[in-house]
């Protein structure tokens, strides 16, 4: 009962306080007499941690350089196994953070001769970091940006002569390319689901050390080649409703007369 009659005590207090104030005021002092009162609900606050989970589709392109000069290749779509899973921290309602576990699949096109072309990929599990703005807990629209760490362990290569296919073989944590990874990325999210994003690998996507054959006759596939992957990744995210607990909505009685102004929470 004693919330009940809180607000109305403050309507009381206010009203009191506005009349001294007019009747100490200077006579030539002009005062604004309007007063407003409004009542409603704050939106729903995400209040612990809460996993998403989504799907995408991958559109790659490589600036890719051999001794220097530029490398024919191709922009490279991949859909198959690009998951991730999504931890999510919102301090409010327009300012969160997030990390998690993505499992992509990413790699390039290249074509060293007109007759001559390859398929190199690598499927890794990454770890982002990352903050979002906006509407964070309602998802109609946010802007995210962050780093994320990869770790490739597994390496596969197709080649083709003539459009034919001629040669293929996988690797498990191959060393033809770095272990680890590292890239950015910035993107945006609007609702119900749908996000663009795009990521960007610094590091040479092969390793420049990596060498087969024997002592005296090795071969550095790689020694002069230089490849930088950028993706730009369209998804759909799902909000995992099952993993977070919603905060109730709060409501408020809001009180205005000229600049001054006080709100009630109950």
Do not use: C
């Amino acid at each position: 009962m004693k919330y009940k009659f809180f607000p109305a005590l403050l309507l009381v207090l206010l009203s009191i306080t506005r009349t001294f104030a007019q009747e100490t005021t200077d006579s030539t002092a002009k005062i604004d007499s309007k007063f407003s009162i409004s009542f409603g609900k704050y939106p729903k606050k995400r209040d612990r941690i809460y996993v998403t989970s989504s799907l995408s589709g991958m559109l790659s392109f490589a600036d890719m350089k051999q001794n220097g000069e530029h490398l024919r290749n191709i922009p490279r779509f991949s859909f198959i196994f690009n998951y991730s899973t999504t931890f999510n921290k919102d301090f409010s309602r327009h300012f969160g953070v997030f990390t998690g576990l993505d499992f992509k699949n990413i790699g390039l096109i290249s074509k060293p001769t007109d007759s001559l072309k390859l398929k190199q990929r690598v499927y890794t599990l990454g770890i982002p970091v990352g903050f979002k703005i906006g509407d964070v807990t309602g998802g109609s629209f946010f802007f995210f940006a962050g780093a994320e760490i990869d770790m490739a362990f597994n390496y596969k290569e197709k080649q083709f002569v003539d459009g034919k296919k001629v040669h293929k073989f996988n690797e498990w944590f191959s060393d033809r390319t770095p272990l680890l990874m590292p890239s950015v990325f910035a993107g945006f999210r609007m609702h119900p689901g749908f996000a663009l994003k795009v990521q960007y690998y610094p590091q040479n996507f092969f390793n420049r050390d990596f060498s087969y054959g024997t002592t005296g006759n090795k071969v550095y596939p790689y020694r002069n080649l230089d490849a930088n992957l950028v993706f730009v990744t369209f998804g759909y995210s799902f909000n995992g409703v099952n993993y977070f607990k919603v905060k109730k909505k709060r409501n408020y009685m809001r009180m205005k007369s000229g600049k001054a102004e006080i709100e009630v929470n109950y």
